[in-house]
């Protein structure tokens, strides 16, 4: 049975499946293989907006880096000075480290605070130079030069630092460190001097300048074909250098082939060459000159004729070509298509209204030139203009929507300022941002305070409707709080709690009777005694006097004593059950705390008011010496006992009182103010005065308690008192009510000083509303009888006075008051009389003048009727009021026009107003400038003549001297802008900004460089004075042309060897760099052929390195090639033909049967660089997975 199985099972043929079937791959998201949207780019083609943040990107490569030894970037002291910076500048930064171990900084912030952070983060992170180069040991002494004069100077001229090793070392390496631009300029030089201290030939020949670019050809190929062609090196002076002499270095023979060769192609020119000059405006220039010079190297290589640009510090737009006399037409077409290529325009919008056409994070100006990408747009700050560049027709639509859209704005939205004291500013505010929140909800207004400036200015902005309101209210808000009153009243910290009680019930009743009075406490942590109330002016007046009565009362009830008594008599003091103590405490209305038993104490504290707590301890201190017992040996007990008889007779001596008698009114003349007089008494006499209380049945006995001298002498003195008392006496007179007001004005001025003229008699007018004209006295008789008399003087001087109308129009009358009525109460003073202004709002017209020929005072219109708000009544003495009239007069404003260019007033006004406002304070008048829509040549000026005509000389010259800043204005801001490629900029930086930083102080210019990634950033824009500017432009040239001499080589090296020549994160390739001081770029994924490496250096660098990357080539290509030839001979396992010839079934394969299996495949050469490359470079076969982006990696 079991061998018909398996011989059906032999004639079975079962079914073969491929891999892929029977094992099928899990889905899995599919990378597109369409190109990569750029989204920075798309965003850095639209149009630029210009912003007061700004953002800058830099790099510091790997061998520039200083490291803190943490494993890992921004674990170690990065962070830490990272944040410090952050802290110092106000900057925000954010750092990113690259494969290749170089840093990235992107720096945000305004414009100083970034390039502050860009210096200080390049003094942390970034390294010096240092470079070594090989130099024959017989050339040292040329370049020490006589006692090392030459190399000090060369020294001073690069800024580096130079070693040279001694004689009796066998080295020929010459060290420098320094910026890079200093190291390349030493390194020129002395490669300059051994050139010509070398044995090989050195030939100098002179070829006019014009003629160079013949010799160089476009982008340098004819000299370096020359260069490649007869092994020499040629160094032909740069564009910005004036220099006509070429310099040859090399063989002989290949030095004179060069030469021939030269000689002949200016020969050639020299006959050929004819020139046209064409005139283009200097601004175009640089459109002409193209990036890096590639638009004149381009004209070059189309039509063989060189494009000759004036110099930069000329005025002249001359461009002279010259060239073969047929291609000169071909080349002036395209000088003049790419001078016109770009234009600039500018479009006028007042500054304030920039950030709505900006929009909300650029929202609206990016919706409307979305499509013009090649536009350049620039909102600056302090100008009312917007500056377009681009295209003729894109700036056309752009200017035309920018305008349409700045003409709309200003006609819907405008702006007002408003001066308010600071001290408003919360109230304004409110809590939390209420009020102003409220009103820009509901009014669509916005509202700027400017809390941290020294201006008193309020903006509003909006539409013009809603600026209206919320400008009316703002007023009626500001004219509230100014007629309300804030009274600071001194209250000991330690009451605090008792006024404001517990839950603050207390301070709650005080606030429900005061409801419009504001009560302000120090906080917890605030450690002092003020306490702010702040309301209308008569309620903050009767709650302060309500606080100040209640803390009068707690300061009477808190004085404190301590009495010291014998701990074993504490007994006697608190009595049986507490009834002594109790009694003490309810007679004497104090507070009496005792020790408890546990303490060592013996100290009892009573707490109340003086008096009380004075009877109080008396009372305790009774006690004690009713109680003195006396223990000890006989002797000494008698001698005691004799010593305490003693003290008591004294004591009985000292208890002595007579009484007086004196009327209960009199009492409080005999008391005192706070009790000054009887406090007297009792310092000069030493005796005791007892005065009747309420509860006493004879209220005219005043005891006297002492020793009997004292107590005699007490006696005595009030005696003395009482009989001047008696001969008080009072009167009184009558004076007409009308009169009233006059003695008691100005809190009883009049009164106060009749009172001190007649030995302090008291006074005393019917209290206001009581109908009386009955005037009480009191004093001396003869005191009264001269008080009287002063009164009816004055009465009669009253009587004899009158009233005259002055008639000034209402709308002046602000002015002639002054600053809180400073001006009116001077003349008040000065002619004793009373001065009454009407009521603004009384409009009427005015009929009862008192003599109707009478002509108006002041400046009123000829046909303008009197109204009753325009008439000032002066009462006095006639001869002062007509005085008072004239001096009123004199005070009516004039307005005087004066010429203003519209251009100063905004330096007029200064910043939010302030120099304005000072004109006006230090002259005393009123200044109005021209609306700014109307953008008119005067300034009006209103006040007193002569303060008027003092303003008009200060305005003048203040005009003078704006005139003279604004022509040196001028002459600064001369704007010169010079192409540089963008990968010399670092160059022209400098280490730390060293070198740009030198060349703006040296020539006090600003030298500004575009953000990387914007299309023209290879612009650099110079500010200042132009000759400053041409001079500046100078020495960054000289820096770019140095660059400009180094080599440029290209090597085949095999792309299989790429990842072995770089090495991991790029070790062996940067050993290489430093070694040989040159910078060496491997090809990109995208390159046509990935073979291709370029090195860049100085020529005799270039030509070492790359001698050594093609000795390492051959060395690697010898163990690819082992491998390779390796992997040819390595035999191919099949899983299915063990499985044959080990079953012995005659090879047949039975069973479910899976071809292309992971156990079919050869095991991977671990010793390929093809299937391990370093850097994921790419393998033999193009068919592998595409490398992402070549050797390095993926492009950042």
Not at 324 to 348: F, Q, R, W
Not at 474 to 498: A, C, G, W
Not at 669 to 695: C, M, Q
């Amino acid at each position: 049975m079991q061998q018909a199985v398996m011989e059906e099972e032999a004639a079975y043929d079962p079914p073969t499946l491929k891999y892929d079937d029977a094992f099928p791959a899990l889905p899995e998201s599919v990378t597109s293989t369409s190109p990569t949207v750029n989204q920075l780019g798309q965003w850095n083609n639209k149009m630029r907006i210009g912003s007061s943040v700004v953002t800058q990107v830099f790099r510091v490569p790997f061998e520039e880096r200083k490291f803190d030894h943490s494993d890992k970037f921004g674990e170690g002291e990065s962070v830490r000075t990272c944040s410090m910076i952050m802290k110092e500048t106000g900057a925000h930064i954010e750092i990113a480290s690259s494969k290749d171990m170089s840093l990235t900084f992107l720096v945000t912030g305004k414009q100083n605070a970034v390039l502050d952070a860009r210096r200080k983060i390049l003094t942390h992170f970034q390294t010096q130079a240092s470079m070594c180069i090989s130099i024959p040991k017989e050339h040292h002494r040329f370049i020490l030069g006589k006692n090392g004069n030459k190399l000090k100077d060369l020294e001073k001229t690069t800024a580096t630092k130079i070693s040279v090793p001694n004689m009796a070392d066998g080295s020929d390496k010459i060290t420098i460190t320094g910026t890079k631009e200093g190291i390349e300029k030493a390194v020129h030089e002395i490669r300059v001097t051994s050139d010509e201290q070398s044995k090989q030939a050195y030939e100098r020949i002179s070829v006019p300048k014009m003629y160079h670019p013949f010799i160089c050809g476009a982008h340098n190929e004819k000299v370096t074909a020359l260069m490649n062609e007869t092994g020499v090196r040629i160094n032909i002076p740069p564009l910005s250098v004036q220099k006509d002499e070429i310099i040859i270095t090399g063989e002989k023979e290949g030095v004179m082939t060069a030469k021939e060769r030269i000689l002949s192609i200016y020969q050639e020119m020299e006959k050929k060459c004819t020139i046209v000059s064409v005139e283009v405006p200097k601004s175009q220039h640089k459109h002409v000159i193209g990036h890096r010079g590639n638009t004149i190297a381009e004209i070059l290589q189309t039509t063989g004729v060189s494009v000759e640009m004036p110099p930069n510090d000329s005025s002249k737009g001359t461009i002279t070509l010259r060239g073969p006399h047929d291609k000169l037409g071909l080349a002036l077409n395209m000088v003049y298509e790419k001078a016109h290529s770009v234009i600039t325009a500018t479009v006028d919008a007042p500054n304030w209204i920039h950030k709505y056409i900006i929009g909300r994070k650029g929202a609206n100006i990016r919706r409307f030139t979305q499509d013009l990408t090649k536009v350049h747009v620039e909102f600056t700050d302090k100008e009312d203009r917007i500056k377009i560049e681009g295209p003729p027709e894109e700036v056309e639509r752009a200017q035309a929507s920018l305008e349409d859209m700045a003409r709309d704005l200003i006609s819907k939205l405008t702006f007002v300022e408003m001066t308010v004291d600071p001290k408003y500013y919360k109230h304004i505010i409110g809590k939390n941002g209420a009020n102003v929140n409220r009103m820009k909800d509901e009014l669509g207004v916005v509202i700027n305070i400017a809390e941290n400036d020294s201006s008193n200015l309020i903006r509003i902005e909006g539409i013009k409707a809603g600026v209206e309101k919320a400008k009316q209210e703002l007023e009626d808000m500001v004219h509230k709080l100014e007629n309300e009153k804030e009274r600071d009243i001194i209250i000991d910290h330690r009451f605090y709690r008792t006024i404001i009680g517990s839950k603050g019930d207390n301070i709650r009743e005080i606030r429900e009777m005061f409801n419009q009075v504001q009560i302000t406490f120090p906080g917890p942590g605030e450690n002092r005694d003020v306490v702010k109330i702040r309301g209308p002016k008569e309620d903050v007046d009767k709650c302060y006097k309500h606080l100040m009565k209640i803390v009068k009362e707690l300061n009477e009830s808190s004085y404190e004593t301590e009495v010291p008594i014998y701990k074993q008599f504490h007994k006697f003091v608190i009595g049986k059950g507490g009834a002594n103590i109790r009694k003490i405490r309810d007679e004497t209305q104090t507070k009496i705390d005792l020790p408890a038993e546990g303490e060592k104490s013996d100290v009892i504290t009573i707490t109340g008011k003086k008096e009380n707590v004075q009877e109080a301890k008396e009372r305790i201190l009774k006690i004690q010496n009713e109680l003195v017992t006396i223990r000890g040996p006989k002797e000494d007990v008698m001698k005691a006992v004799q010593q305490l008889q003693e003290l008591a007779t004294e004591r009985q001596l000292s208890s002595y009182s007579a009484e007086v008698r004196a009327k209960q009114q009199h009492h409080k003349y005999l008391i005192g103010k706070n009790g000054a007089n009887i406090k007297k008494i009792r310092e000069n006499t030493g005796a005791r005065i007892v005065f009747p209380t309420d509860k006493d049945e004879d209220k005219e006995a005043i005891t006297i308690i002492g020793k009997q001298e004292a107590v005699e002498r007490a006696k005595a003195e009030l005696e003395a008192i009482i009989k001047e008392i008696d001969n008080i006496v009072e009167s009184d007179m009558s004076v007409e009510p009308r009169h009233h007001r006059h003695f008691v004005a100005r809190r009883g001025e009049v009164l106060n000083r009749i009172s001190d003229e007649c030995d302090h008699v008291m006074i005393s007018f019917p209290r206001p509303g009581v109908q009386s004209d009955r005037v009480v006295l009191k004093g001396a008789k003869d005191c009264i009888e001269m008080a009287k008399r002063r009164i009816q003087e004055i009465v009669a001087d009253l009587e004899s006075m009158v009233t005259i109308e002055c008639i000034i129009p209402q709308k002046h009358h602000r002015t002639v008051m002054g600053a809180k009525g400073c001006k009116v109460q001077g003349i008040t003073y000065e002619f004793c009389v009373n001065i009454k202004f009407p009521d603004r709002d009384a409009q009427e017209e005015y009929h009862n003048h008192q003599d109707e020929g009478q002509q108006p005072n002041g400046n009123v219109e000829e046909h303008e009727p009197v109204r009753v708000c325009d008439v000032i009544r002066i009462t006095g003495k006639r001869e002062n009021c007509e005085a008072a009239q004239r001096a009123l007069l004199d005070l009516v404003p004039v307005t005087v026009e004066v010429n203003v260019p519209f251009d100063f007033h905004r330096s007029i006004i200064g910043q939010k107003g302030r120099d304005v406002r000072e004109l006006m304070e230090k002259y005393d008048v009123h200044i109005v400038l021209s609306p700014a829509d109307q953008r008119l040549d005067i300034i009006k000026i209103s006040g007193t003549p002569a303060c008027v005509e003092r303003a008009k000389e200060a305005i003048e010259e203040r005009c003078k001297e704006l005139e003279a800043e604004r022509q040196d204005r001028i002459l600064k801001s001369f704007e010169l802008k010079i192409e540089v490629d963008p990968e010399y900029h670092p160059k022209i930086i400098g280490r730390k900004g060293a070198v740009i930083s030198k060349i703006r102080s040296d020539h006090g210019v600003q030298v500004n460089f575009l953000k990387k990634g914007d299309p023209e950033e290879h612009i650099i824009t110079i500010t200042g004075y132009e000759q400053n500017t041409l001079a500046a432009r100078d020495d960054i040239m000289k820096i770019v042309n140095e660059w400009n001499n180094m080599v440029k080589e290209e090597v085949h090296i095999d792309a299989r060897v790429h990842s072995r020549l770089i090495g991991a994160r790029g070790r062996n390739i940067h050993k290489i760099m430093e070694q040989y001081s040159v910078d060496i770029k491997f090809p990109r994924s995208t390159d046509t052929d990935p073979n291709i490496v370029t090195v860049i250096g100085a020529e005799e660098n270039v030509l070492d390195a790359r001698d050594c990357l093609l000795n390492l080539e051959e060395e690697y290509m010898q163990d690819v090639n082992d491998a390779e030839m390796r992997e040819s001979y390595r035999p191919s396992f099949s899983r299915g033909e063990d499985g044959g010839s080990s079953l012995g079934h005659g090879g047949g394969v039975t069973g479910f049967v899976v071809k292309g299996g992971p156990w079919e495949q050869r095991a991977p050469d671990t010793a390929s660089t093809s299937e391990f490359p370093s850097f994921g470079g790419g393998g033999e076969d193009p068919q592998c997975v595409p490398s992402p982006s070549g050797a390095w990696g993926p492009r950042r």
